[in-house]
């Protein structure tokens, strides 16, 4: 196996950050811990005052018995499409014998995402970039909150561009970087802008890049930039719009290099930002289509890609499995 941890920002890049480990800066701990039982304690007294609290983008309310339906999830894990999270329920049922043919879209009423339950692991789709990807996962918390699930851990199972890294290496990320290079989430509320850092968890990510099992490809430690666009967002020259060089746009990516950045998605400053607000453990995980240093459009064959996209689910699938396996012995 093959694994390589970037946990230093490089010096040149001091006039962003200083030259320390990555998780040296991070604000250490929750904001918002779990009750004693492991179960989520959301910080929002309002929700209290609900008599039936609706999840209108899941098609679930609290009318149903969530408790019965989620209160043994473990494991939430969410990518962008609903074939590819379809497809890591299926592995999902391979890795833990589960039945295939009961695999049902909880979520089809609604029409928006889809949703799997494997035993304790529900997998989601949450389409492109953080808006999409954030009611998603806000919905989830509320439910699995209502549901009384203890120490759920959440998975973002994704696709990205690599910096400097070659095609088809999977990158776990160490904390999302923002569009205009801070590593936090700026929402914003009520007219100002609320930053939430966005650290992953340590442990967590150290634990499943030592699950790889390195076949052919490398895993990274790394940062993620989380853009906001995915064309002139990602520093790309193909897009519709472009008033940047080629070699802007080049001095742009290594500084991003430089910065300890090992890819570029669209979620993973969000993710990192709510989970951790949420008191929740939380990992992205991302193979990376192209190395954006060498180009901008993705050009590897679809069956390359599929291959590709496997291993994000096959390293947390292993992850998940060896964790219910310590749990029965
Ligand atoms: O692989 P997924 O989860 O779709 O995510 C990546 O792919 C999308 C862009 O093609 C963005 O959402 C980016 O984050
Ligand atoms: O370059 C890429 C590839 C996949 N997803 C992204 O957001 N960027």
Redesign the pocket.
């Known amino acids: 196996m093959q694994c390589n941890c970037d946990h230093l920002v490089s010096a040149r890049a001091g006039h962003y950050f200083n030259c320390i480990s990555v998780w040296d800066e991070k604000e250490m701990g929750f904001p918002c811990p779990k009750n004693a039982d492991g179960s989520l304690r959301l910080r929002n007294a309002h929700l209290k005052q609900l008599d039936c609290d609706v999840l209108y983008h899941l098609g679930l309310d609290t009318s149903t018995d969530l408790r019965a339906m989620f209160e043994d999830v473990k494991f939430v894990c969410?990518?962008?499409?609903k074939h590819?999270m379809r497809e890591f329920a299926i592995h999902m049922c391979r890795v833990l014998g589960v039945e295939e043919t009961k695999l049902l879209n909880l979520t089809k009423h609604a029409h928006r995402y889809a949703m799997y339950k494997v035993g304790p692991v529900l997998s989601i789709s949450?389409?492109?970039?953080i808006p999409?990807?954030s009611v998603v996962l806000q919905e989830v918390l509320k439910l699995l909150h209502y549901a009384g699930s203890r120490d759920p851990v959440f998975f973002?199972?994704?696709?990205?561009g690599g910096l400097g890294v070659p095609p088809g290496s999977v990158v776990v990320s160490a904390w999302g970087l923002s569009g205009t290079l801070e590593k936090s989430y700026d929402v914003p509320v009520l007219g100002k802008i609320r930053k939430l850092p966005s650290f992953f968890d340590e442990r967590l990510c150290q634990e499943v890049a030592a699950a790889a099992s390195g076949d052919g490809y490398s895993t990274y430690i790394g940062g993620t930039m989380?853009a906001d666009d995915?064309y002139r967002g990602q520093a790309r020259l193909d897009g519709p719009l472009c008033d940047y060089t080629e070699a802007e746009k080049m001095a742009f990516l290594r500084t991003l290099s430089e910065l300890g950045v090992r890819n570029i998605?669209?979620?993973?400053t969000a993710f990192a930002g709510y989970t951790r607000e949420a008191g929740v453990r939380a990992a992205d995980v991302?193979v990376t289509l192209l190395d954006r240093l060498q180009g901008d459009q993705v050009t590897s064959s679809k069956s390359t890609m599929m291959g590709w996209?496997m291993r994000p689910i096959e390293l947390v699938g292993r992850y998940i499995a060896e964790h219910c396996r310590s749990q029965q012995a």
């Open positions: 969410m990518g962008g499409t590819r949450h389409g492109i970039g999409s990807m973002r199972i994704g696709t990205s989380a995915y998605e669209m979620e993973a991302c996209q």
